[in-house]
């Protein structure tokens, strides 16, 4: 699981050979959940909501990096590292 990034205990990864739409992984703990890039909406499994807000926040404030690192895995190429959330 290529991690792009870690804050708070969450972690936040993206597969390449991943299905559409376009999403990246959160896990916290024993938590996961997969999360749309472009709505945000959990397209599979659950976190706690107050995690849950926090990767959506963070999901705001990169969702040009998460597209990109998408469009990366797509051509199996290096993903970026993508800021924590401060």
């Given at each position: ?7 708070l ?29 472009d ?32 469009s ?15």
């Amino acid at each position: 699981m290529p991690e792009i990034s870690r804050f708070l205990g969450i972690i936040i990864a993206m597969y390449y050979n991943d299905h559409a739409p376009p999403h990246f992984h959160a896990k916290y703990g024993d938590f996961e959940a997969v999360i749309a890039i472009d709505t945000g909406e959990v397209v599979e499994g659950h976190l706690p909501p107050r995690v849950l807000g926090l990767v959506q926040e963070w999901r705001e404030y990169h969702r040009a990096e998460l597209t990109e690192d998408w469009s990366l895995a797509r051509d199996r190429k290096v993903l970026k590292r993508i800021e924590p959330l401060e």
